[in-house]
């Protein structure tokens, strides 16, 4: 009875180290996704202020220089 009762505490110690384990890993995993959809997020941004308003300029700077 005594060893029936340390092997249970033991397996129980287990699973829930595995469970801590795991919600370690997924809180981990969660934190790197949304920090790479950030920098994702971000690139997007700094594309479309930057590179397309230059562009833009570009297009126009290009139609000016083609009037003149």
């Keep these: 009875m005594h060893l029936l009762i340390k092997q249970s505490c033991r397996s129980y110690a287990q699973s829930t180290q595995i469970s801590h384990s795991y919600s370690m890993w997924r809180t981990n995993s969660i934190r790197v996704i949304r920090r790479q959809f950030q920098a ?5 941004v700094y594309i479309e202020k930057y590179v397309i308003k230059d562009q833009i300029l570009s297009d126009d700077l290009r139609q000016t220089l ?3």
């Design 66 to 68: 083609a009037l003149t």
């Design 40 to 44: 994702i997020v971000k690139e997007s």
